[in-house]
């Protein structure tokens, strides 16, 4: 069966650095996606990546290691807004989305 | 990013009645679309995929007669939920995207409520 796997909820700090890690089996791989999703509200993109290594955008940056089948997003200078679930998704070989359960993250002042 | 607008952002609704709810792409063609449905503090589930001008491909489990799903034009899609019962309120989000090899945009969702 296909399954993403990443952790229900994590808590930092304001201004500290986390990274939420994403595992997955599926079949076939065309990519893998990181979404935010404010409790209420609709998930809005975040990353895409397709080949291996970091892709950088602002203060966050996500990784990709397809031969081990993982991922994780990474967030800097944490803010109180980055409050959120974060959501992995892989694109099957189907170019089906498969959606991870969420982690949800407690930014503490 | 591309638009994806979703109408209405809520609605309450009597048990029984159907309601339509719009799902449009503004600045770009959407070849594919995908409706979803969240319950509280659990992750998307997907319902249907729909591709413009032809019949939408339904996930196990979800009843493709009650979830009336139309993708009419590379633009808009609407589903509609057909005889309401309280255990279809759910949060209901769509998605757009305009190729297989691009990354899929939400509408803003819709919180229906079935009293």
């Known amino acids: 069966g296909q399954n993403i796997d990443q952790p229900t909820e994590m808590t930092a700090t304001e201004g500290a650095i986390v990274q939420i890690n994403c595992t997955y089996q599926?079949?076939?791989?065309?990519?893998l996606f990181w979404y935010q999703q404010h409790a209420g509200e609709a998930p809005t993109f975040l990353s895409y990546n397709v080949l291996d290594g970091l892709e950088e955008k602002g203060r966050f940056s996500s990784f990709l290691s397809r031969s081990k089948g993982y991922s994780y997003l990474l967030l800097k200078e944490l803010q109180m807004k980055d409050s959120a679930s974060y959501l992995c998704a892989v694109m099957d070989s189907n170019y089906q989305l498969i959606w991870g359960a969420g982690t949800k993250l407690i930014i503490k002042p | 990013g591309a638009v994806v607008s979703q109408h209405p952002s809520w609605v309450i609704c009597k048990s029984g009645t159907s309601v339509k709810i719009e799902c449009r792409s503004l600045d770009f063609q959407a070849t594919t679309m995908f409706w979803y449905r969240q319950f509280p503090k659990q992750s998307l589930m997907l319902m249907a995929t729909s591709n413009e001008g032809s019949k939408a491909t339904y996930e196990q489990g979800v009843e493709k007669d009650k979830f009336l799903i139309n993708h009419a034009s590379l633009t808009l899609s609407t589903l509609t939920v057909t005889s309401a019962h309280p255990e279809d309120s759910s949060f209901y989000i769509c998605s757009a995207r305009f190729d297989t090899h691009t990354e899929a945009f939400f509408g803003q969702g819709t919180r229906l409520t079935v009293v």
């Open positions: 599926t079949s076939g791989f065309n990519g």
